[in-house]
């Protein structure tokens, strides 16, 4: 008798907390407010009857049977009225630029995001009551905070140095990659691959400038400009000519004094009268004849 007892009070309380999980616990397509448990705002219908409604029947009952309620209301709806225990829930659709896109028991709609064209974002797919906005990136742009059918934020494509080329070109999910040229090739940053240089004398031209990894070279006529070690050379050789010249004058100067020296002859007084006294004895015999 007493496991009896037992049995039948265990059943009571469980009966009793099965109850009140009943009472507490509401459907999944309905939210609570205080005692209620409240039919949602669904996105994509257009009105409220219950399941014993016509779909054709433009009229919103009042009920006392929530649960048998499927909420039709216009795409991107919320909560305008909440129920009571005699009335369902009252929707309204979404507004200026606001949308809701799932079964909810919101007094007020989500605001669709900007897409910034800061952030390197254009408009995809615009706002609808019953979707958010959805961006796309602006050319030369790729996503960098991706989502499910679009993206949050992205940045520009990398533009290649002078000297590198576009191993990759950006898209829309990628950045650009850029690669190194090497021997004898360029790029200025645009190319999609190095080019050789342009060889002046296979074009009979002259090399004017030297190419580099980021510049071709720079040919032009042969008779088009003169070459600094060719004006280098000359001058060299007009100043060479000049000082051998100038060596040679100073020489031959210096052996014609020398000799001009040799050929002077220097009178002293007693030269001069040894000179007179021979004149005056040669004339002496002919006057003492006389």
Known sequence: MAQFDTLIWTIT?????????????????EYRIGDECCPMCW???????????????NTSSTLTEK????????????????CTEFTSTSCAPCVDSTFLDEPNGLIKCKVCINCDPGLGLKVKQPCRPSSDTVCGTLEGFYCLDP?????RAAQRHSSCKPGQYINHTGTISTDTVC??????TYSDGSFTSCQPHTQCKSLGLQELRPGTHWSNSECGPQ?????????????????????TI?????????????KRSLTTVTFSPVTVNAVEASSYLE???SNVVQ
Do not use: Q, W
């Open 13 to 29: 309380i469980i009966l009793v907390f099965v109850s009140i999980g009943c009472s507490i616990a509401c459907g999944r397509a």
């Open 43 to 57: 996105p994509g219908k257009d009105r409220l009857f219950t399941s014993y409604d016509s779909p054709d029947d």
């Open 67 to 82: 649960h048998d309620i499927v909420i039709f209301s216009s795409p991107g709806n919320h909560v305008h009225r909440h």
């Open 147 to 151: 989502t499910k059918d679009g993206c």
């Open 179 to 184: 690669s190194d040229c090497t021997g004898d």
């Open 223 to 243: 008779s088009s400009r003169i070459e600094p070690r060719i004006i280098i050379g000359v001058v060299a050789s007009v100043l060479i000519a000049l000082a």
């Open 246 to 258: 100038t060596i040679i004058l100073r020489r031959i100067f210096v052996i014609l004094r020398k």
């Open 283 to 285: 004339e002496t015999p």
